[in-house]
């Protein structure tokens, strides 16, 4: 199993700040890595695909980044709706599996 | 518009079964890869299974092969999820998710969620 590791688990970042988060695998899973976003009481969101492309819909301010076994996802300047937490998803080897996310707080 | 509308969670005892519904619309359901993903009350989230577009592929997390079957109708454009022997870990929500693409394992578009909660 590739295990997908998160960092932090929490920041504590200020509107307009840049947030970097990490996800970091177990083994290589080449490009196959996804970024979503969660809000309470909400669904995931899908907002990156194939380590670096966007989603239908997803804001330019959201970037990721990586290869084989390091992954960046980059939001370059908060927006007071993208408090929430943050996940990396592989689909290079069954089983699929997701980080154990990173929540991105209002300083 | 695509939309995933889930049903049939409930509380079950421990050992009991349920099967979890998910009608689908807004897009040729047959061509799509479907996944099933829980996420127990404030935890992560952790892919449970995914079933290719004809039905004739399946994957399953190893916490839940030979308990858990994934099944769909494409006449119906609905998707299933049969639980069985479940255990007091199975209490999750529980959220139906369409592919990106035909064969694709990153998750699009998701249902709302449908609680799952085992307990005596």
């Known amino acids: 199993e590739t295990v997908l590791t998160q960092s932090p688990a929490t920041v504590s970042l200020s509107p307009g700040e840049r947030a970097t988060l990490s996800c970091r695998a177990s083994q290589s899973v080449s490009n196959s890595l996804a970024w979503y976003q969660q809000k309470p009481g909400q669904a995931p969101r899908l907002l990156i695909y194939d380590a670096s492309n966007r989603a239908t819909g997803i804001p330019a301010r959201f970037s990721g980044s990586g290869s084989g076994t390091d992954f960046t996802l980059t939001i370059s300047s908060l927006e007071p709706e993208d408090f929430a937490v943050y996940y990396c998803?592989?689909?290079?080897?069954?089983?699929?599996?997701f980080g154990g996310g990173t929540k991105v707080e209002i300083k | 518009e695509v939309q995933l509308l889930a049903s049939g969670g409930g509380l079950v005892q421990p050992g009991g079964s349920l099967r979890l519904s998910c009608a689908a619309s807004?897009?040729?359901?047959?061509?799509?890869?479907m996944s099933w993903v829980r996420q127990a009350p404030g935890k992560g989230l952790e892919w449970v299974s995914t079933l290719t577009g004809g039905g004739h592929s399946t994957w399953y997390v190893d916490s839940v092969k030979g308990r858990f079957t994934v099944s769909r109708d494409n006449s119906k454009n609905t998707l299933y999820l049969q639980v069985n022997s479940l255990r007091a870990e199975d209490t999750a929500l529980y959220y139906c998710?369409?592919?990106?693409?035909?064969?694709?394992?990153?998750?699009?578009?998701w249902g709302q969620g449908i609680l799952v909660t085992v307990s005596s």
């Open positions: 807004g897009f040729t359901f047959s061509d799509y890869s």
């Open positions: 998710a369409k592919a990106i693409a035909p064969t694709s394992s990153y998750f699009e578009d």
């Open positions: 998803q592989q689909r290079n080897n069954w089983p699929l599996t």
